[in-house]
T-cell receptor, first 115, second 111 residues
């Protein structure tokens, strides 16, 4: 596609349920990032993929959070046993090769609300 | 830490000039990015500075002083559509390309 796409755009779930968020990066981009944007906060880095590997998972807030990437393309962020503090906009970004000067292109995000 | 500080909110008048400042901790610096984010939309890339000085792109310019850990985004000839959040971000100290963001500055342009 022309840009980064994410689905769903909105997700409302009950506390304790699991959720999966999907990201389709720009075709040909080897680097993929997940960020979280909580109300009134800046974007917070979660995880970085280079191809299908995740050399940097340092931002995942707990072991309830996991992510995978398959075929060097689509990525899924999974949150198990969701908590109210997980409510945020989850943004995915991709860049050509993950270089320090690479421009990251963001998707529109998934707004997650945990009731 | 890699704290990034920028003002939370700013207001300016259509047609005017506004400067949005950003300060950051200098250790492990790998470049400074500015993104624009309209409400409910994805952040979009505006500029990148890695060397000291001013980079100009049309109505938008970005300045960097590495020794001072300071950057600013300058918006000229403000238009109503410039009302948005402006996000300052620096490269993380690792070499993974991840970005460390400030909390963003919400700019409101008034007629």
């Amino acid at each position: 596609g022309a840009g980064v796409s994410q689905s769903p755009s909105n997700k409302v779930t009950e506390k304790g349920k699991d959720v999966e968020l999907r990201c389709d990066p720009i075709s040909g981009h080897t680097a993929l990032y997940w960020y979280r944007q909580s109300l009134g906060q800046g974007l917070e880095f979660l995880i970085y993929f280079q191809g299908n590997s995740a050399p940097d998972k340092s931002g995942l807030p707990s072991d309830r959070f996991s992510a995978e990437r398959t075929g060097g393309s689509v990525s899924t962020l999974t949150i198990q046993r969701t908590q109210q503090e997980d409510s945020a906009v989850y943004l995915c970004a991709s860049s050509l090769d993950g270089g320090l000067t690479d421009t990251q292109y963001f998707g529109p995000g998934t707004r997650l609300t945990v009731l | 830490g890699q704290n990034i500080d920028q003002p939370t909110e700013m207001t300016a008048t259509e047609g005017a000039i506004v400067q949005i400042n950003c300060t950051y901790q200098t250790s492990g610096f790998n470049g400074l990015f500015w993104y624009q984010q309209h409400a409910g939309e994805a952040p979009t890339f505006l500029s990148y500075n890695v060397l000291d000085g001013l980079e100009e792109k049309g109505r938008f310019s970005s300045f960097l002083s590495r020794s001072k850990g300071y950057s600013y985004l300058l918006l000229k000839e403000l238009q109503m559509k410039d009302s948005a959040s402006y996000l300052c971000a620096r490269g993380g100290s690792s070499n993974t390309g991840k970005l460390i963001f400030g909390q963003g500055t919400t700019l409101q342009v008034k007629p």
